[in-house]
T-cell receptor
Framework: DTAVSQTPKYLVTQMGNDKSIKCEQNLGHDTMYWYKQDSKKFLKIMFSYNNKELIINETVPNRFSPKSPDKAHLNLHINSLELGDSAVYFC????????????FGQGTRLTVV | RKEVEQDPGPFNVPEGATVAFNCTYSNSASQSFFWYRQDCRKEPKLLMSVYSSGNEDGRFTAQLNRASQYISLLIRDSKLSDSATYLCVVNALDSSYKLIFGSGTRLLVRP
């Protein structure tokens, strides 16, 4: 059983397109995140949701729009993709308000050409 | 200044060696500290939490120095399977909902 699963695993698309990445967790956690890992391997938080409510938005361009239909799902939609959006996007989840351990999905490798 | 800083490495060591990684953090309000491990093209996974009293898990020992805002990880008797990137991670009190990651230290253990 995969605890945090995200799809797709790989995504290659052209500049200007719109794409979505889906994430689901079956751990019963109430907090979910999107992280971006760039080519230098630096992991940076983008968004955090707690019980479907947006908690953190780390100055991410508004081309990125997260949506949480329920606390087990957090999707990421990206409009007008740019070359600089190429990265690995990780979904994660944790329990409670004080993060003790975050469980990560396998990542989505996005390449914009 | 980055919130969490680590030596990027790589550290290239022979099997059986002892290797130490260091990390500094800038926010003195930080409350929780962790080491995560990330294998090539995989997701990060928790290796161990770091407590003020220091803690040990088999060959791994983590220590925290709050006064110096410094965290360390010691790996004894390195195995080939220890080859990975080790991420120093901090959770600040003023932002309970996020973990702040260092850029990671890459370890290569050679036969």
């Amino acid at each position: 059983d995969t605890a945090v699963s995200q799809t797709p695993k790989y995504l290659v698309t052209q500049m200007g397109n719109d794409k979505s990445i889906k994430c689901e967790q079956n751990l019963g956690h109430d907090t979910m995140y999107w992280y971006k890992q760039d080519s230098k391997k630096f992991l940076k938080i983008m968004f955090s949701y707690n019980n479907k409510e947006l908690i953190i938005n780390e100055t991410v361009p508004n081309r990125f729009s997260p949506k949480s239909p329920d606390k087990a799902h957090l999707n990421l939609h990206i409009n007008s993709l740019e070359l600089g959006d190429s990265a690995v996007y990780f979904c994660a989840s944790s329990q409670g308000t004080a993060v003790t351990e975050a469980f990560f999905g396998q990542g989505t490798r996005l390449t914009v050409v | 200044r980055k919130e969490v800083e680590q030596d990027p490495g790589p550290f290239n060591v022979p099997e059986g060696a002892t290797v130490a990684f260091n990390c500094t953090y800038s926010n003195s309000a930080s409350q929780s500290f962790f080491w995560y491990r990330q294998d090539c093209r995989k997701e990060p996974k928790l290796l161990m939490s770091v407590y003020s009293s220091g803690n040990e898990d088999g060959r791994f020992t983590a220590q925290l120095n709050r006064a110096s805002q410094y965290i360390s990880l010691l790996i004894r008797d390195s195995k080939l399977s220890d080859s990975a990137t080790y991420l120093c991670v901090v959770n600040a009190l003023d932002s309970s909902y996020k973990l702040i990651f260092g850029s990671g230290t890459r370890l290569l253990v050679r036969p």
